[in-house]
């Protein structure tokens, strides 16, 4: 039942995260033109420079919050990350004693694996 639900919570991510693409992908490109006008900015000592460069820097941060809908993709993706986990963690299920039975246990689950 367990792995049902983290099928279930992983494929409901996954179809989030598609459909969410595009604007991930608008936010992504938009920050990274963003960093680099930042950086030229900081560079520049003409002053008509940095004002040009501060009006692109506007538009294109206009544009970056217009992919808003990117931040439900990166969660969703956030989500799969966790799902992934969460299906691959296996837990033993006996103890480490002293008990002979639970050797016995340990040792017969170790056969079966081989």
């Not at 989030?16 to 990274?32: K, Q």
């Not at 960093?35 to 900015?41: R, T």
């Not at 506007?58 to 931040?71: C, D, K, M, Q, Y």
């Amino acid at each position: 039942m367990k792995n049902f639900g983290l099928l279930l919570a992983g494929g409901i991510a996954a179809i989030v995260l598609l459909s969410n693409l595009g604007p991930l992908i608008g936010l992504a490109v938009s920050v990274a033109v963003l960093y680099f006008i930042f950086k030229q900015f900081l560079k520049t000592e003409s002053f008509g420079w940095k004002i040009a460069l501060g009006i692109l820097g506007v538009f294109v941060l206009l544009t970056a919050a217009s992919n808003i809908p990117a931040i439900i993709a990166i969660v969703a993706a956030y989500i799969l990350y966790i799902v992934y986990k969460k299906w691959n963690d296996k837990k033993p299920s006996y103890k480490e004693e002293n008990d002979p039975f639970q050797n016995f246990e340990k040792q017969w689950s170790d056969l079966n694996k081989n």
